[in-house]
C-alpha cells in the first residue's frame, strides 16, 4: 500500500501539466487583440490560425499519443510532452512573426498532447482501485478548471505586462512540474512492448480529425455550406471511415474498437463531447458579452469570470468523494443539470445594464459547479472499466471528444452572435449552450450508478503497481 502523502504528490505533478495543456485552449483568447495589434499588418484570417492550429493538432494526435505513450513508456512520454510544450511556449512567446507563432503553436499543441494522456497512465497504478474514481475525477476537473481560469489569467497577465506572457508563464509551471517529476513519477507501459502502432492509422487518424476541425473551425468564415467546408468535411468523413475499417483488420491499431463496447466509456465520450460544446462556448461567450454589451476591460471581465473556476473546483472535491462511494452519474448527471441551469439563468437575467452581483455572479456560480461535477463524472465513467494498460488510450480518446466539442461549441457561437454580437443573440446562444448541458446529463444517466463492474475483473489486481500486467475486461474483448 503506497502512502497517501506520495499519492496527492504524483496527483499535483500530473495536475499541474493537464492545466498547462487546457489553460493555453483560452487563455490565447483573451491575448489575441494584443496579438492583433502587434501584428496589425496580418490579415484577420491569418492571425486566427494562432487559435486554430493548436486546437486542431491537439485534437488529431491526442489518441495516437496515448497509444504511444502506452507501448512505449507512459514517463518517458510524459517528459518527451513537457520538454516539447514548455520548449515551444518560450518559442511562442519570442515569436518575430505570425507565421512564427503559428508553427510554435503547433509544436505545443503536439506537446499538450503526449501530456495528458500519459499524466492520467501514471497517476492512476498509485492509487487502490477503491480511490480511482476520485483521482480520476479530480483529475478530470483540473482540466475544465484550466479552461476556465484561462480569461482571468490572460487578462491580469496581459494588464502587468503584454501577450508574451501568456506563453512565459508555462515556463514557470513546467520547471514546478519538471523536478518533482523526476523522482516521483514510474514507468508504465503495456505488456506488448514491442508492438507499434499502426502509422498507416495514425495518419489516417490525425487527418481525419484534423481536417473535421479545420471545417468546423472555419465554417463561420468561409461559410457552412462553402465548397471548401464541403471538402474538408467529407474526406475528413472518408478518412475516419477508412481508419475505422483498418482498425478492424490490423494486427496493432491505434485504437481497439471494442473498447467501445464498454458502456460507461461509449457515454463518457458522448457526455463530454456534448458538454465541452456547451462549456467552451460559455467561456468566449461571457468574455464577449462583458466586453462588448456591458463594455467592460479585459482585464474586469477576466477578474468577472473568476468564480466560475473557484466554484468548478470546489464541486470537482465534492464530485470526487461521491463517484468513490456512488458513481459517475451521481456527478455527471447534477452536473448537466446546473450547467444547463446557470445558463438559463444568463439567458433571462442578463440585460443591457451592467448588473453584476444579481445577474451574473448567480449564473456564473452554478455553471462552475456545473463544470467541476460534469467533467469529473465523465473523466472518471471514461476509465472505471478499462484495464489500466489502455488508461493513457481511453484518456485520449475521451478528451478527443471533448477538444472536438469545444472546437464544435467556439465555432457555433461564433455563428451565433456574428462580428458585432447584441444582446439578443446572446440571449439566444446561452439557450443553446442550455441544451447542451441538459444533454449531456441526460446521457450521464446511462452511465453505472456503482463501480461494481470495476471490481469484478481488477480484484486480482487491485494492489498491482504495474498496471501492464492487468488483463483487459471481457467487456473490452467482446
Known amino acids: ?80 510532452g513537457l520538454g516539447v510544450f514548455v520548449g515551444a511556449s518560450a518559442l511562442c512567446g519570442l515569436a518575430p512573426s505570425v507565421e512564427f507563432l503559428i508553427a510554435a503553436r503547433v509544436v505545443q499543441a503536439a506537446g499538450a498532447a503526449l501530456l495528458v494522456p500519459t499524466s492520467l497512465g501514471l497517476l492512476l497504478p498509485e492509487f487502490p482501485l477503491e480511490r480511482r474514481a476520485s483521482a480520476t475525477a479530480l483529475w478530470g476537473a483540473v482540466g475544465g478548471i484550466a479552461a476556465a481560469t484561462g480569461p482571468s489569467l490572460g487578462g491580469l497577465l496581459i494588464a502587468w505586462g503584454d501577450w508574451r506572457l501568456v506563453f512565459f508563464v508555462n515556463l514557470i509551471l513546467g520547471a514546478a512540474a519538471w523536478v518533482p517529476a523526476r523522482r516521483l513519477l514510474r514507468e508504465t507501459r503495456d505488456p506488448d512492448r514491442g508492438a507499434v502502432p499502426d502509422a498507416v492509422g495514425i495518419a489516417l487518424l490525425a487527418g481525419g480529425v484534423g481536417l473535421l476541425s479545420l471545417a468546423i473551425v472555419e465554417a463561420p468564415d468561409w461559410g457552412w455550406g462553402s465548397p471548401r467546408v464541403l471538402v474538408a468535411g467529407v474526406v475528413a468523413g472518408l478518412l475516419l471511415a477508412a481508419f475505422v475499417r483498418r482498425s478492424m483488420v490490423v494486427a496493432h491499431p491505434v485504437l481497439e474498437l471494442s473498447l467501445f463496447r464498454v458502456r460507461s466509456f461509449a457515454a463518457a465520450c458522448a457526455g463530454v463531447f456534448m458538454f465541452s460544446l456547451g462549456f467552451y462556448a460559455v467561456l468566449l461567450a461571457n468574455i464577449l458579452f462583458l466586453t462588448g454589451v456591458w463594455g467592460w476591460s479585459t482585464l474586469s471581465a477576466g477578474v468577472a469570470v473568476t468564480p466560475g473556476p473557484l466554484m468548478a473546483a470546489l464541486s470537482s472535491a465534492l464530485a470526487g468523494r461521491v463517484i468513490d462511494r456512488y458513481g459517475p452519474r451521481v456527478s455527471a448527471v447534477p452536473g448537466g443539470v446546473l450547467f444547463a441551469l446557470g445558463c438559463v439563468v444568463f439567458a433571462v437575467g442578463l440585460g443591457p445594464e451592467s448588473a453584476y452581483a444579481s445577474e451574473f455572479l448567480p449564473a456564473t456560480l452554478l455553471t462552475g459547479a456545473g463544470v467541476g461535477l460534469s467533467f469529473a463524472g465523465f473523466s472518471s465513467a471514461a476509465v472505471m472499466e478499462l484495464p489500466p494498460a489502455r488508461f493513457a488510450t481511453g484518456s485520449a480518446v475521451s478528451n478527443c471528444f471533448r477538444q472536438l466539442g469545444a472546437v464544435l461549441g467556439i465555432s457555433v457561437l461564433i455563428a451565433v452572435v456574428g462580428a458585432t454580437p447584441v444582446l439578443a443573440d446572446f440571449v439566444s446562444a446561452y439557450w443553446l449552450m442550455a441544451a447542451c448541458g441538459l444533454t449531456a446529463g441526460l446521457i450521464g444517466v446511462t452511465l453505472g450508478r456503482n463501480r461494481g463492474t470495476v471490481r469484478s475483473w481488477t480484484s486480482k489486481s487491485a494492489a498491482s503497481t504495474t498496471p501492464s500486467n492487468e488483463p483487459v475486461p471481457s467487456a473490452a474483448r467482446s
Open 1 to 80: 500500500m503506497k502512502q497517501p502523502d506520495r499519492r496527492w504528490r504524483v496527483f499535483a505533478v500530473t495536475a499541474v501539466a493537464v492545466f498547462m495543456a487546457f489553460l493555453d485552449v483560452t487563455i490565447v483568447n483573451v491575448a489575441f487583440p494584443s496579438v492583433r495589434e502587434d501584428f496589425a499588418s496580418s490579415s484577420l484570417a491569418s492571425l486566427s490560425w494562432v487559435l486554430n492550429a493548436y486546437n486542431i493538432v491537439f485534437a488529431a494526435l491526442l489518441v495516437p499519443a496515448g497509444r504511444l505513450a502506452d507501448l512505449l513508456g507512459r514517463r518517458r512520454m510524459f517528459f518527451w
